[in-house]
């Protein structure tokens, strides 16, 4: 397989929460194309992160809540200006109330794609896990691979209208596994033991794609999505979306089996577009007992697990379904149960129309794919939206993004016949600590097709899901306001609806967007302006002195 263009760094970032005020460390990210491994430790993370490379650059610390510290969250021109080449730029936060698996990654044009790695977080000192400790705990980054540079590839899509050639491989921890051409040697191998418990923190890394995950002959027991404990539930099978973490206990075989086993991995794809069809693999490999006159690992049976249909939208929608917070004294779920604030966003894909005496290459070879939320595109300006209602500067955005859609119609039927969406840089304004009620529902004005929402800052309370059109007045009978799981990322399902609510509790400005980066790139975004509140620790604090400058 020809090598990637683009660059790979890979660093861990691992944060010990402790009972007493935690350190404040230091630490220094060279933005470079190389491979790094970086072990960081502390409540309070600095990190310096330097550009060594010609592209803009920005990191984004994904689902780490950065508490009145927006400055830090990393999405370019949302919180912060990208970081030029040669420049750099300090990232200072707290990890407030949070442990498990997360992770970190670029967050401008298609950069994710390389830069990326998981942020680990234990939990505070005397503290366990409210489950069996495990014997091991493993990371796996589920991840893809271009055999082109990306970057060319989003802007030349751009160019055009059309959509964005599809990526050649998926990988795991970044080895694509012996199903691609030229890869056989390129394959994750993870080695266990028989009769022991391994956590696995799994990351779906992918640009563009949700993914099942599945182990041969093996089920997991999930215990964590997001980084918040569920209701333990097993499975042999799982859906991560762009963006979602899932912890999953691995309990191996309690002797040795005489077989080597297949992890894979391979997309779930709804819409009508391309796809990379393919299938990452790598190998469950049982240690011999050291007693054992064992046979050569190569002439062992190797088995494959059996995924889900590439669009098997009843596995998803029953997968997800089973995600439930503990909902504890320890661990409460603290969903909000009234609402101040309701708003319907539908989301979905639509068309720009082809500039005056230009050819373009979307649909119908007259048109531009877009997408956009209740209709509207988002338009990134040309400084950040955070720094602009900081520091009071007009004509950067507007505070009038629809609550609902302006024309209602039937979402996941026929569709319309003007399929062009409007272009602006709107936001929605919420009072501090608001209660907040969003339905989410998928269009299917260039087809049905799920999308895995992300709210920056916040973690949200899924209460509901189904498919079809959202009814506003059964649909909420069936909420779920005792248990709901909560999450930083969830999928709006094909041709269907999702119900999340939260408090508006953060301060600042804050991206949501789609996980699948070409739909990001074609408008579907948006941004929410949370006011300060009353108390000293409510309000945004002040920008850094480094802010790096448009």
Partial sequence: MAASHMLFCFWVLLLFMNNAAGETRHYKFNVLMELFALLLEGDRVIVKVVNHIANNVTIHWHGVRQLTTGWSDGPSYITQCPIQANQSYIYNFTITGQRGTLWWHAHISWLRVSIYGPIIILPKRNESYPFAKPDKEVTIMLGEWFNSDPEAIISQALQTGAGPNVSDAYTINGYPGPLYNCSSKDTYTLKVKPGKTYLLRLINAALNDELF?????????????????????????????????TNVLLKTKPEFPNATFLMAARPYFTGQGTIDNSTTVGILEYEHPSHHNHQSSKNLTIIQPVLPPINATGFAVNFTGKFRSLGNAKYPANVPKTVDKKFFFTVGLGTNPCPKNTTCQGPNNSSKFAASVNNVSFQFPTIAILQAYYFGQNGVYTTDFPTQPLIPFNYTGTAPNNTNVMNGTRAVVLPFNTSVELVMQDTSILGAESHPLHLHGYNFFIVGQGLGNYDPNKDPLKFNLVDPMERNTASVPAGGWVAIRFFADNPGAWFMHCHLDVHTSWGLRMAWIVLDGPGPNQKLQPPPSDLPQC
């Fill in 213 to 245: 995950f599945s182990i041969a002959n093996h089920t997991v027991t999930v215990v964590e999505g997001d980084a918040v404990y569920t209701k333990p539930f097993v499975t042999d099978k799982l859906l991560i979306t762009p963006g979602q973490t």
